[in-house]
């Protein structure tokens, strides 16, 4: 949780060459959108999944559907 709470500082993204999958809330307070749409255009390649909901979206309001595109995402894709 400390990553959540630092300040954002862009890593060297262009330099990410293995799959990548883009996790984040639509409605995220914590780490902006803006982080993952920043990381999407910086990773070649890369796939974003955007979930209805907060921070904890993956096991709250998208728990529903998120943990299933993201192992159907590991298992088809990569």
């Known amino acids: 949780m400390k990553n959540d709470f630092t300040p954002f500082t862009p890593a060297p993204l262009r330099r990410v060459s293995c799959p990548t ?3 984040h ?3 995220d307070t ?3 959108p803006s982080n ?3 990381a999407h255009e910086h990773i ?4 974003l999944y955007w979930m209805d909901g907060s921070h ?3 096991g709250l309001e998208a728990a529903d559907t998120a ?3 993201v192992l159907g995402w590991l298992r088809d894709e990569h």
């Open 21 to 23: 999958l883009i996790v």
């Open 25 to 27: 809330g639509r409605s």
């Open 30 to 32: 914590a780490a902006p």
């Open 36 to 38: 993952a749409e920043f």
């Open 44 to 47: 070649a390649g890369s796939a």
């Open 56 to 58: 904890l979206a993956f």
């Open 67 to 69: 943990p299933a595109y």
